[in-house]
């Protein structure tokens, strides 16, 4: 089953055109990732789908739904979870506060509980009543993408969550991402690290000046390092 479609989808900025006809899918139970270089238009693709920077052109949908016009909160409803870059978690706030903000945006049919969603990340069960701004950076991580999971998505977004991380955290966050999904929940990833996007993927679309550049099973891109070495720097 699809569960999200983009449907040439144009997206600027001011005057930047910045996706210039994005096509893709996601089907239920995949996770898909995003490669491609910095400025290639990855969180730019994220933001239209959660109407953040909704596109001019094209359409989104989403369970066979138009949301392309859609305010951000709705599209939260529908069962998107969106984790950013960023992480934005809140500095002032616990852990458990955090998590209990993710639980606002739950899909109308609840929210997963805290605990279930903390039995992913036994070091942020530790961590419960610590504020945000005393988190490590792969701490902060962790809590971003447990604030999302609480809602109870069916579609995850997932923004560059290996950046900046040590090898051991991305390896474990890794195995996380891909619990998550065998559990039920689709994701959508971006990254830029070729070597965590065929690990996790079940396909791929390499982007590069806001278009799509290629699509395929991590094998198919394997086999063609022609891309790689044109579209990613590898």
Do not use: C, W
Not at 64 to 85: C, F, K, M, N, Q
Not at 118 to 142: T, V, W
Not at 155 to 160: A, F, H, N, P, S
Request: net charge positive; glycine share 10%; proline share 5%.
């Amino acid at each position: 089953m699809t569960l999200l479609a983009l449907e040439d989808v144009h997206a600027f900025y001011g005057e930047a055109h910045v996706l210039q006809g994005i096509s893709l899918t996601v089907h239920a139970g995949e996770v898909v990732t995003l490669i491609g270089r910095n400025g290639a238009g990855k969180t730019t693709t994220l933001r239209s789908i959660m109407g953040i920077a909704g596109p001019k052109r094209g359409r989104v949908r989403f369970r066979d739904e138009d949301i392309s016009r859609l305010p951000t909160h709705e599209i939260a409803r529908r069962g998107i979870a969106y984790v950013p870059e960023e992480r934005r978690v809140l500095p002032n706030l616990t852990v458990l506060e955090n998590l209990r903000l993710g639980t606002l945006g739950a899909r109308r049919n609840g929210p997963v509980s805290i605990d279930q969603a903390l039995d992913f990340f036994p070091r942020l069960r530790e961590r419960i009543a610590h504020k945000g701004r005393f988190l490590s950076g792969g701490e902060q991580q962790m809590l971003a993408v447990a604030r999302g999971l609480v809602a109870a998505p069916a579609l995850m977004l997932v923004d560059e969550p290996t950046e900046g991380l040590a090898p051991l955290l991305v390896r474990t966050l890794v195995d996380v991402l891909a619990d998550i999904n065998r559990r039920g929940t689709a994701i959508l990833l971006v990254e830029q690290a070729l070597e965590v996007a065929l690990a996790l993927s079940h396909r791929l679309y390499v982007i590069d000046q806001g278009r799509i550049r290629f699509e395929g099973t991590p094998a198919e891109l394997r086999r063609d390092p022609a891309i790689g070495q044109r579209f990613l720097g590898v």
